[in-house]
């Protein structure tokens, strides 16, 4: 959902987007991918937003999607369950030694 | 890219394209060119990153992941469609209720029946290897096969058998508990040593009845343990009485454990040596156990080839005789196996009739629906997206039915326990398991497909462009005229078949209520009660007894008549007291195939029970020991054995005591001995004020007062002659009538029961289908009244359209009928499986039923105004 937050793409290029965010660790599979579209659009987290050519690769036509405003806001919130965790987490030193590596 | 690359990468693609496949076809439409694309911009990228190997990894990595997604993908689809059916439901609660009540009695039903066979008939008996377990029977040469055995072949059996690992005999009696407390009638077992052994079940408490000095062992039920003694945990080696001999208590069965009858309360050694025995006293029962690698038929055969050895050695007794092999099973359900599975098919009509009402429900439903799936379609739902929505809906109703219907079952089962007669065989038996459920879940499932296949086959392939317009015309030809005239044409063949089957029974059920049994059942009361050995050792003292109790209670107020018999009628026992005699004077007596049924009774015994003299005297007082010996034969024996005589005057020698002849000094009339069933069979009456051999006489009072009144006053009216006389069985005479019909009884409620809820359930139907074609046609209708159509028309012409279907329906059940209804034909008595008047009445009343379900809609039409008819756009709900 993040992969969309800053703007719309296709399938292909939130792959990309997810494996360039997390250095290459998570590589989504198109199963995968459109599996989790599919129940996302079923739940209105996204939505399609029009087909249109790719502008890196002329010659084909993409599917586009973006957040809903429902999604936009469960991504805002599950980002801010996540951030508590994670001064949760720090403030018990849980997160000490990677804070001082990175 | 490198084109070995390109080659590859080609390859990988196209093996991506048929992986696509393991994703439901609505999703492969939907996103399949774009993973097929996505697949072909990862090949790229990864071809130009790190080669051939890069490219063969990524085949594999997209393995795994259609492998991880693709079920994901279904159950999303399925959960989409699950809530999407629930809303659906939830929005129709008038139609849910309705398709779920009428599924939750066809699962129930089913369920509940199932369970019933299953645990009846399916279930091995609650023995050790119970498959191994036989019974033995002999053969007599007139065609019984299931006769008992007498104690000396039995003994002959035992020894020269290599089949079996253990053969054991057992018969069961009447035992009087004596002591602590009331005297107590029990039903005994007399057992052969080696009965626990065989049957494999050991005492829960206690070594069993082994042969140890001192008394001799018996072995208590479970039940009779808690009753009487109140689980003493330290009964064993307790002395007892039981009709006047010392036993101690040498073990408990388990609780639950039974074989034989039910009600068998204690079980005891045989007393006496079966080889010394009468090789014609035929009444042991037998159980053995195959011995593990021998078959059945081995074992018959070893067994024939023994019985074929005693004919030889003993042909005045054996002679023509042969065995009888049968698993223990067979024996214990065989008889009620018919019954069940007829009652299984009946469930399963009613199943099916329900499936057909939900078809019809569904079907109904889509055609309002038709706007929805064209619009679904329009936007790009597959065929196969609406079919799977569809089936999902009628599934997930015939779930839910499902789960009703099984709280139903329980009920239900419940209630045919306690409805049913306890000729049942193990019914305690009958208990829920993992089989039972499997099938409940299997029918719920297998009926909602069934039910959603109709429509959801109709629903697949809409008229798109009638179902946008949402026209009146286009409606017609959507909802699938025939589809749903043939449910209604098979709901009403089917509810037929069940109403014929139920009136069969019910028509032999009258026959045999009607039928009379020789005596009058009303006004009559019976009880049983036993002279103790101790008390009663001699014929003198029985015959004091039995004249001093009966002068007694004839003295009684309200009391019209009283007399004693040895063994009332209808009270069973097959072949019990059944004997041979011979004619004075006649050649052909000596044969010995003149058989009878002996009864010892007393004078005033034929008036209690208003059997008619039709010739000659009753017994008397005088007919007493030492007078010249007296028999009284009933009609049927005189027919059969002195036609065109009169026997009155004539003298008959019996085969059971070698006594002086006896004259016949009268002729009863003939009595159902056995069962309502069973034509009369020749009986002769033995006065047994003159040979007083019987310890356990009933008593039939005729009475005038209350019946329950008089039952307390007889009953102190007989302790006050012996305050120890056990005294038990006490019903009215039409009680036990009734008792003896009980298992017709049985099955025929059941049937009725299942043929109603048919009946109803395709009622419902038509009434349905029928409303529904009416609202269809009420335009058509407004324009008819409006051109002058009389109400009466109108209701003729709708009435029309239901009937023609019903009276279809009938035509096909009454054809089916001629072919099913031979299975019944072993449940009926009096009735041919083909009685006219049966199959008319259950023809009429089925179209009666669809008659008043077509009018109720039909009366509506009628009565509507043609302006509100022609203005009335349709819409349905």
Known sequence: MLALADEERHGYGIKREVEFRTGGIVKLGPGTLYGTLQKMLADEWIEECGERPDPEAADVRRRYYRLTRIGRRLAAAEASRLENLVRVARSKDLLANRGTTS | ???????????????????????????????????AQFFRDDCRRTACRSGLSGLLWQGLRTLADVARSAPGVHMEILR????????????????????????????????????????????????????RLMVVWEKNPKGIDRNSVSPPNFADYRAASKSFSGIAAFYEDSAN??????????????????FFDVVGVSPAIGAGLTAE????????????????????????????????????????????????SADVAVWMPMPFDPARFSRQARFLSTVARLRPGVSPAQARAELDAIAAGLAGSYPASNRGWGVTL??????????????????????????????????????????????????????????VRIVRQMLTESVLLALIGGGVGWALSWAALEMLKALAPAAVPRLDEVSVNGWAIAFTFAVALLTGVVSGLAPAWRISRPDLNAGLKEGMANRRSFGGHWLRGALIVSEVALSLLLLLGAGLLIRSFLHLQRLDPGFDPDGALTLTLDMPASRYASDVQRAAFVQHAIER?????????????????????????????????SEDGAAGDHRFYARWISPGYLGSMAIPLIQGRDFTDRDRQGSSPAVIVDAALARRYFPNQNPVGRFLRLSYAKTAPREIIGVAGEVRLVSLDREPAPQIYVPVLQEPRIQTMSLVVRNSADAAATAETIRGELRAIDRDLPIYDVQPLAGRVAQSLAPRRFSMLLMSLLAALAMILAAVGVYGVISYMVGERLHEIGIRVALGARPVEILLLVVKQGMQHALLGIAGGLLVALLLVRVLAGLLY????????????????????????????????????????????????
């Not at chain 2, 039920?221 to 039981?242: E, K, N, V």
């Not at chain 2, 214990?332 to 009946?346: C, D, H, K, P, Y």
């Open chain 2, 1 to 35: 890219m490198n084109p070995r690359y390109q080659k590859v990468s080609n390859l990988l693609e196209r093996f991506y394209g048929s992986l696509l496949l393991a994703y439901p076809s609505e999703f492969r439409h939907e996103y399949g060119a774009e993973m």
């Open chain 2, 80 to 131: 989409q469609d699950l809530r999407f059916a629930f809303r659906m439901l939830w929005n129709s609660p008038a139609f849910a209720l309705t398709a779920i009540l009428a599924l939750a009695l066809g699962i129930g039903a089913n369920s509940a029946i199932f369970r019933l066979v299953d645990g009846i008939v399916v279930m091995p008996l609650p023995f050790p290897e119970a498959d």
């Open chain 2, 177 to 194: 508990l004596i002591g602590s407390g009331e005297p107590e009638h029990l039903l005994s077992s007399m057992v052969s040593p080696e």
């Open chain 2, 213 to 260: 000095a001192g008394a001799p062992k018996v072995v208590l039920s479970y039940g009779l343990w808690q009753r009487r003694f109140g689980g003493d945990p330290q009964i064993i080696g307790r002395a007892l009485r039981i009709d006047d001999k010392s036993y101690a208590v040498g073990g408990v069965m388990p609780a639950g454990f039974h074989f034989g």
């Open chain 2, 326 to 383: 049968l698993p223990l099973k067979e024996q214990v359900v065989g008889e009620i196996r018919r019954s069940l599975f007829v009652l299984l098919g009946a469930v399963g009509f009613v199943l099916l009739i329900a499936c057909a009402n939900v078809a019809n429900l569904l079907l109904a439903r889509s055609a309002r629906r038709q706007g929805e799936i064209a619009i679904r379609t329009a936007l790009g739902a597959s065929g």
């Open chain 2, 553 to 585: 209670v004839r003295a009684l107020p309200g009391v019209a008549s009283a007399g004693m018999i040895s063994t009332l009628p209808l009270t069973g026992g097959e072949g019990f007291n059944r004997f041979g005699f011979t004619v004075e004077g």
């Open chain 2, 830 to 877: 009096g009735v041919s499986p083909m009685d006219r008047w049966t199959f008319g009445a259950a023809a009429v009343l089925t179209a009666g039923v669809a008659l008043m379900a077509c009018l109720i809609p039909a009366f509506r039409a009628a009565r509507a105004d043609p302006i509100d008819a022609l203005r009335f756009r349709w819409t349905p709900e």
